[in-house]
């Protein structure tokens, strides 16, 4: 299972492993160096063992002792190696020191400058070493005025520049996956340009990723994304260290692999169920998976009930009844089969059309936003059943009901519901933390809070999502790199994720709440990226008996 590492659990694993005498801050400089350099070999376009130019840029900590390592391995390669130090060597960590004067007793560090950078040959390959994972502050202008410069004239029309990050593109917070220019940006400042130039084809980090290389406009800037061991798994002291956190500590990144038989073999014990999706298991009747009501806006705003709904039923709940007001019950059953239907004008009237069996409710996809929609929440989390609840998932007009008043819907939630807002819809329930949302705090940090709150699970939208309890449990699941999905960002796409997490959740088999989300979550991009280009929302439920196939669940 992979763990997302803040910069300071990281700093803390290294110190740790050194201090234990296990390795040397040496060899871990070292082992980074050869790693990237094989990561070079294996990702960038250029002939294996013939000669090269690389312009290596370096910085003032053990990020620029990485960045001599580099330059001491290529030049040993026969490449011809162009090095520029941000920063007094005498005034560098020891191990950078050392690993500065070793490469410094047979070739040139040069000062650092714009013009002294920029004017040599065009190189092949551009190392970013200047700034790891520990920056929170501005980049130093002189800094940004390299980086982020665009290609000199004798550079244009010698073929591509290949540019890789060590550990991240500096300026890029590693925390909360904000780049952070020269002096404070605006949010209009960040979609702007400077930032973007700054991307880098590869990114390679060492040992595990951090949560900035997921959130934000990390994976814009990272590029690919290569991972290298450097010898911190051994004797146990991973375990000692990581294995010890408290549960507010970690954050999980939702990976594919975790899915399928042997993923989830591996993964008892850790907190997991043994059967993540319920119909994985036979000898049951429907209602052991779970009957499901999601409720529908009037007519002509039947859709993305109908959407949720169906992928409610798509992925395993064993019945799902949309419920609609009256006038509306024709116009949905022009759509329905599988799918059953009823009539509700009166949400006081709630037990007309939900019995103790139904174990799940899906509330706000296209329901509207008013006085009718907040009485039907207020019902729905009235209702208790044994031996536990029914999960009820609140999204869309559910949420902005409450808009005006959400310590009213807050007071009203219990650990079996789950909000699922877009960053709009979360910035009206919790407006202070929205405002520090990639500026003071990560997005990882501001869902834990939310969670905490609220008193129930928090799941946080985007290509970046993350999930938490309000004992502080988190997980990422990131739309990035090799599983970007830009298509996915299509009408109707977030009632069809609703209808997941109220389909897996409301299982009387199903698991833990947060993980019957992130699997929901895993499931919806998996659509996607098996479907495709020109994907619309009525596609993602069909595309889930191929997706649930291919990894044999």
């Known amino acids: 299972m992979t763990e997302l590492l803040t910069a300071e659990q990281m700093r803390g694993l290294e110190q740790a492993a050194i201090t234990s005498g296990e390795v040397l801050g040496l060899d871990l400089m070292e082992l980074a160096g050869q790693g990237v350099v094989e990561a070079l070999d294996q990702h960038a376009p250029l002939q294996r063992d013939a000669p090269h130019r690389a312009l290596i840029l370096c910085g003032p900590g053990n990020n620029g002792g990485d960045g001599f390592v580099i330059a ?52 092949d390959v551009i190392i970013d070493a200047v700034f790891g994972i520990g920056l929170t502050r501005p980049l130093p202008a002189a800094v940004a005025r390299v980086l982020t410069a665009d290609m000199p004239e004798h550079w244009i029309g010698a073929g591509d520049v290949f540019r890789l990050a060590v550990d991240c593109p500096s300026g890029l917070n590693l925390d909360t996956g904000r780049f952070i220019g020269p002096t404070k940006t605006s949010a209009t400042d960040d979609a702007a340009l400077p930032h973007r130039k700054n991307a ?11 949560p900035g290389h997921y959130l934000g406009q990390g994976p814009e800037l990272c590029g690919a994304l290569h991972i290298v061991d450097i010898g911190l798994r051994g004797a146990g002291l991973e ?8 549960d507010i500590e970690r954050v ?10 042997s993923g989830l073999s591996a993964l008892k014990g850790k907190g997991w169920p043994g059967r993540v999706l319920p119909k994985a298991c036979g000898g049951a009747h429907k209602y052991d998976f779970g009957h499901v009501i999601v409720f529908s806006g009037g007519v002509g705003r039947g859709g993305a009930g109908r959407l949720a709904a169906r992928a409610a039923l798509r992925v395993g709940a064993g019945l799902v009844t949309l419920v609609c007001p009256k006038a509306a019950v024709l116009e949905n059953a022009m759509h329905l089969n599988a799918v059953m239907l009823r009539g ?6 709630l037990h007309d059309v939900a019995d103790d069996r139904v174990s799940g409710f899906c509330i706000g996809p296209g329901l509207g936003v008013g006085a009718r929609t907040k009485a039907l929440v207020a ?51 919790f407006p202070d933390l929205a405002a520090a949302l990639g500026d003071t705090r990560s997005k990882i940090d501001v869902v834990r809070l939310a969670a905490k709150r609220a008193g129930c699970v928090i799941l946080l939208k985007g290509a970046d999502t993350v999930i938490a309890t309000p004992d502080g449990r988190a997980c990422v699941h990131a739309a990035a790199y090799d599983r970007a999905v830009p298509w996915l960002a299509t009408a109707g796409a977030g009632d069809v994720l609703a209808g997941l997490i109220a389909g897996l959740a409301a299982s009387r088999l199903s698991g833990d709440l947060i993980v019957m989300a992130e699997v929901a979550v895993w499931l919806h991009a998996e659509c ?26």
């Open 200 to 210: 880098s084809d590869l990114t390679v980090t060492f040992h595990t990723p951090k």
């Open 72 to 123: 001491r391995l290529l030049a040993d390669r026969g490449w011809t190696v162009d090095v520029y130090l941000f920063g007094d060597p005498e005034k560098l960590p020891p191990d950078a020191q050392k690993n500065h004067n070793r490469f410094a007793k047979h070739h040139a560090v040069h000062p650092w400058s714009a013009q002294n950078c920029l004017t040599g040959a065009k190189p």
């Open 379 to 429: 019902a729905v989390l009235k209702r208790e059943k044994s031996p536990r609840r029914p999960v009820v998932v609140l999204d869309a007009d559910a949420l902005t009901s409450f808009a005006a008043t959400p310590d009213a819907l807050f007071a009203m939630l219990h650990e079996r519901a789950i909000l699922t807002p877009h960053e709009g819809e979360f910035a009206r329930l």
């Open 252 to 261: 999980r990144l939702t990976e594919p692999r975790y899915f399928g038989a």
């Open 344 to 349: 509700l004008d009166d949400p006081e009237r």
């Open 528 to 553: 996607a990226r098996s479907f495709g280009p020109g994907l619309i929302a009525e596609d993602l439920a069909e595309e889930l008996p191929k997706v649930l196939s291919s990894y044999a669940i």
């Open 239 to 246: 375990c000692s260290l990581i294995g010890t956190l408290p």
